[in-house]
Protein backbone atom coordinates (compact mmCIF):
# COMPACT_ATOMS: atom_id res chain seq x y z
CA UNK A 1 0.00 0.00 0.00
CA UNK A 2 1.54 3.36 -0.95
CA UNK A 3 1.24 5.88 1.32
CA UNK A 4 2.51 9.35 2.03
CA UNK A 5 3.14 11.29 5.01
CA UNK A 6 3.32 14.86 6.00
CA UNK A 7 4.65 16.04 9.28
CA UNK A 8 6.47 19.03 10.47
CA UNK A 9 3.11 21.60 10.53
CA UNK A 10 1.86 23.48 13.27
CA UNK A 11 1.75 26.63 14.56
CA UNK A 12 4.71 29.75 13.34
CA UNK A 13 4.78 32.84 13.30
CA UNK A 14 4.97 35.63 10.97
CA UNK A 15 9.01 35.89 9.70
CA UNK A 16 9.86 32.52 11.38
CA UNK A 17 10.49 28.98 9.82
CA UNK A 18 8.80 25.38 9.79
CA UNK A 19 9.85 22.46 7.57
CA UNK A 20 7.83 20.38 6.08
CA UNK A 21 8.46 16.29 5.67
CA UNK A 22 6.90 13.61 3.32
CA UNK A 23 7.98 10.31 3.73
CA UNK A 24 6.99 8.00 0.86
CA UNK A 25 6.77 4.16 1.34
CA UNK A 26 5.04 0.82 -0.12
CA UNK A 27 6.44 1.57 -3.59
CA UNK A 28 9.62 2.80 -5.44
CA UNK A 29 9.72 6.38 -5.32
CA UNK A 30 13.00 7.52 -6.37
CA UNK A 31 11.46 7.84 -10.35
CA UNK A 32 8.84 9.76 -9.15
CA UNK A 33 8.28 13.47 -9.00
CA UNK A 34 6.87 15.00 -5.95
CA UNK A 35 5.05 18.11 -4.93
CA UNK A 36 3.59 19.89 -1.97
CA UNK A 37 0.22 22.16 -2.79
CA UNK A 38 -1.70 23.97 -0.25
CA UNK A 39 -5.32 24.17 0.40
CA UNK A 40 -6.84 27.41 2.83
CA UNK A 41 -9.54 27.73 4.35
CA UNK A 42 -12.33 28.26 2.06
CA UNK A 43 -10.34 28.25 -1.23
CA UNK A 44 -9.41 25.84 -3.77
CA UNK A 45 -5.98 23.45 -3.19
CA UNK A 46 -3.26 25.38 -5.08
CA UNK A 47 0.42 24.44 -6.33
CA UNK A 48 3.37 25.54 -4.09
CA UNK A 49 6.65 23.46 -5.07
CA UNK A 50 7.51 20.13 -7.19
CA UNK A 51 11.23 18.75 -7.80
CA UNK A 52 12.27 16.27 -10.23
CA UNK A 53 13.05 12.56 -9.42
CA UNK A 54 16.63 13.57 -9.75
CA UNK A 55 16.63 17.00 -7.33
CA UNK A 56 17.61 18.85 -10.27
CA UNK A 57 14.53 20.64 -11.54
CA UNK A 58 12.20 22.30 -9.03
CA UNK A 59 9.28 24.28 -9.42
CA UNK A 60 7.64 27.13 -6.97
CA UNK A 61 4.85 28.95 -6.85
CA UNK A 62 5.23 33.29 -7.29
CA UNK A 63 3.59 33.59 -3.91
CA UNK A 64 6.21 31.58 -2.55
CA UNK A 65 9.37 32.00 -4.55
CA UNK A 66 12.51 32.82 -2.74
CA UNK A 67 11.04 31.88 0.53
CA UNK A 68 10.14 27.85 0.27
CA UNK A 69 12.63 25.64 -0.56
CA UNK A 70 11.58 21.92 -1.50
CA UNK A 71 14.52 18.86 -1.11
CA UNK A 72 14.24 15.33 -1.73
CA UNK A 73 15.95 12.95 0.57
CA UNK A 74 19.75 11.02 -0.10
CA UNK A 75 17.22 7.62 -0.28
CA UNK A 76 14.87 10.28 -2.88
CA UNK A 77 11.81 8.54 -1.27
CA UNK A 78 11.69 11.62 1.63
CA UNK A 79 10.70 15.14 0.16
CA UNK A 80 11.26 18.29 2.45
CA UNK A 81 9.68 21.68 2.20
CA UNK A 82 11.54 24.07 3.99
CA UNK A 83 9.46 27.25 4.59
CA UNK A 84 10.86 30.73 5.45
CA UNK A 85 9.92 34.07 5.57
CA UNK A 86 6.38 32.70 7.04
CA UNK A 87 3.58 34.77 6.22
CA UNK A 88 -0.09 34.72 7.62
CA UNK A 89 -1.31 34.02 3.86
CA UNK A 90 0.57 30.30 4.15
CA UNK A 91 -1.68 29.12 6.57
CA UNK A 92 -3.34 26.35 4.70
CA UNK A 93 -3.27 22.36 4.81
CA UNK A 94 -0.26 21.09 2.99
CA UNK A 95 -0.42 17.67 1.51
CA UNK A 96 2.97 16.02 -0.20
CA UNK A 97 2.21 14.28 -4.02
CA UNK A 98 4.11 11.95 -5.84
CA UNK A 99 3.69 12.01 -9.61
CA UNK A 100 5.05 9.44 -12.13
CA UNK A 101 7.93 9.34 -14.45
CA UNK A 102 5.61 9.55 -17.41
CA UNK A 103 4.58 13.20 -15.64
CA UNK A 104 8.01 14.34 -16.15
CA UNK A 105 7.76 15.96 -19.10
CA UNK A 106 4.25 17.33 -18.18
CA UNK A 107 5.29 20.04 -15.89
CA UNK A 108 2.44 21.91 -16.38
CA UNK A 109 -0.08 18.71 -15.65
CA UNK A 110 2.53 17.98 -11.78
CA UNK A 111 1.91 22.04 -11.46
CA UNK A 112 -1.74 21.62 -11.54
CA UNK A 113 -2.11 18.27 -9.76
CA UNK A 114 -3.63 15.89 -12.30
CA UNK A 115 0.12 14.12 -13.26
CA UNK A 116 -0.16 13.13 -9.36
CA UNK A 117 -1.17 9.82 -8.65
CA UNK A 118 -0.44 9.77 -4.80
CA UNK A 119 -1.27 12.32 -2.18
CA UNK A 120 -0.68 12.26 1.23
CA UNK A 121 -3.62 13.94 3.96
CA UNK A 122 -1.93 16.79 4.41
CA UNK A 123 -0.57 18.56 7.61
CA UNK A 124 -1.94 21.79 8.85
CA UNK A 125 0.52 25.46 9.10
CA UNK A 126 -0.81 28.36 11.28
CA UNK A 127 1.04 31.31 10.88
CA UNK A 128 0.25 34.25 13.12
CA UNK A 129 0.81 37.42 12.57
Known amino acids: QVLLVESGGGLGQGGGSLRLSCAAS????????MGWFRQAPGKEREFVAAISWSGEITYYADSVKGRFTISRGNDKDTVFLQMNSLKPEDTAVYYC??????????????????????WGKGTLVTVSS
Open 26 to 33: GGTFSSYA
Open 97 to 118: AAAPPSATARPQAIMSGDAMDY
